[in-house]
């Protein structure tokens, strides 16, 4: 089910935050007040993906959804926003985001209901969580560092003072990397606590508040994970739940119409403005030959794997992601694996569908 939202329509007339009055595409979701720079548009799908992040953070750190938060979406928004290079940013005025920066944004504002904007517990911590958290549904989460020769690391990070200009764009892998090795490790509950613990949301006593929940010294936590193997981290969640795909016996069948206006059609994104059905997932339990029949008039389907049992056995192909044009039938090897069913259409028009997967 998608949350109900309240549309005030999509041309608003409105004030604008950096650029004198203009009229932008506004929309307003449950939890968002979004408004289009640069000429922007949004699919439905794409503000329902924004607003369930915001739900999604908000359960991970079991507190309510704060109230709306203002979005300026599009690149001179974040231009005029954050100033520099920056992707995007959150701020008191809320989050200057564009599609690649959205979801790590909206973790720092969820984070900014729990104290004032800017002085909620410390960098490191606030920007590796918002990396850790910003794998969702479009964005996937690479976190790659070299722990044992790196000269900044979380002990040093962990002690810098809030404000501009200390924490450098080099230093984020390192926070979302020792944010990683610290979730896998200790688990979300000790995570949680420990974010949520006052000592440390207001900054006075963070190394106490670390302490006691990890159970070691901010330094000592350092040393183990420099020790341990320089791993990646991949955090990515492309599937909802409740738009799973059932096999019945050996067949799937999946009939839908990509559409910018439904609540399940993303976009538009690329030169060509597709628009992408996502967040469908069926699951093959044993690897499999499967005819793949995507009866379409024009548009394209993939299959992308996202969890896979991986036995060393077959051939690298069953892992490939897979790609058909409208009206092709294809015979395909696919392992064992949740795949998410993508299908682009263009924006502006509507593609009817149909996906028929048989297990041969
Ligand atoms: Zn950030």
Redesign the pocket.
């Known amino acids: 089910m998608s949350p109900p939202r309240r549309w005030i329509g999509h041309w608003a007339v409105l004030g604008c935050v950096a650029c004198g009055d203009a009229e932008r595409p506004r929309y307003v979701t449950e939890h968002l007040d979004v408004e289009l720079y640069d000429g922007e548009v949004l699919c439905d799908g794409s503000l329902e993906i924004m607003d369930a992040q915001v739900e999604r953070v908000s359960a991970f750190l079991g507190i309510d959804p704060p109230p709306q938060i203002s979005v300026f979406y599009g690149h001179s928004a974040v231009k005029d926003g954050c100033g520099g290079t920056w992707g ?3 701020r008191a005025s809320g989050v200057y985001a564009t599609s690649a ?1 959205i979801f ?2 909206l ?2 504002a969820v984070r900014h209901s729990q104290g004032k904007p800017g002085s909620v517990g410390s960098w490191l911590f ?2 590796g969580l ?2 850790v958290l910003s794998g969702f549904r479009w964005h996937l989460q690479s976190e790659l560092a070299l722990p044992s020769t790196l000269e900044r690391g979380p002990a040093m990070l962990a002690a810098l003072p809030r404000g501009e200009g200390k924490f450098v764009p080099e230093d ?1 892998p390192t926070a979302g990397h020792f944010m990683s090795w610290l979730r896998t490790t200790y688990g979300d509950a000790a995570l949680v606590a420990f974010l949520n613990d006052p000592r440390y949301l207001g900054g006075d006593a963070y190394e106490e508040a670390f302490a006691a929940h990890f159970g070691l010294s901010i330094a000592e936590a350092d040393s183990a994970w420099r020790s341990a193997a320089a791993t990646e981290y991949l955090w990515s969640e492309p599937c909802d739940p409740a738009r799973a795909l059932p096999w019945t016996g050996s067949t799937l069948e999946f009939s839908d119409t990509v559409d910018c206006e439904a609540p399940h059609t993303t976009g538009p994104a690329g030169e060509i403005d597709a628009v992408t059905l996502r967040s469908h997932c069926f699951t093959l339990a044993q690897p499999k030959m499967v005819r793949a029949e995507f009866e379409a008039g024009g548009g394209r389907l993939r299959l992308m794997p996202v969890d896979c049992v991986d036995t060393g056995e077959l051939a690298p192909e069953y892992y490939d992601y897979k790609r058909l044009k409208g009206g092709e039938t294809q015979e395909l090897p696919l392992a064992a694996c949740t795949w998410e069913v993508q299908v682009d259409g263009i924006a502006g028009l509507t593609l009817d569908f149909m996906l028929r997967l048989t297990q041969l």
């Open positions: 995007g940013c959150a920066s790590h944004e973790v720092h606030e920007e918002a990396e984020y």
